[in-house]
């Protein structure tokens, strides 16, 4: 069973600055794609940003410049930097990765708020 753990959410004013991290039970090698979802109230799931084993990364226009995605294959892990946060950004953000043979494992999830 592959096991994702996210941490670092919470509440934050508008333009302040959080840090996610998800923390993968499998090593990194059998991961090709790490990445990071949210889904806020009434509204589908989406993708933020992804990064695949070699470091290739993608972002969601509405985060690039501002949220930076990063991996750590010896950690097995994937991190989040989101900052000038607005208050659209408000949602539980989920940690997702893709496998080696084509399977898709997601974390619980974690709250962001931003708000004032």
């Known amino acids: 069973q592959v096991q994702l753990v996210e941490s670092g959410g919470g509440l934050v004013q508008p333009g302040g600055s959080l840090s996610l991290s998800c923390a993968v039970s499998i090593s990194s090698f059998m991961i090709d794609v790490m990445g990071w979802y949210r889904q806020a109230p009434g509204k589908q799931r989406e993708v933020v940003a992804d990064?695949?084993?070699?470091?290739?990364?993608n972002a969601a226009v509405s985060v690039k410049g501002r949220f930076t995605i990063s991996r750590d294959n010896a950690k097995n892990t994937v991190s989040l930097q989101m900052n000038s946060l607005k208050p659209k950004a408000t949602a539980v953000y989920y940690c997702?990765?893709?496998?080696?043979?084509?399977?898709?494992?997601w974390g619980q999830g974690t709250q962001v708020t931003v708000s004032s």
């Open positions: 990064i695949t084993y070699g470091g290739s990364t």
């Open positions: 997702h990765v893709h496998t080696t043979w084509g399977y898709d494992y």
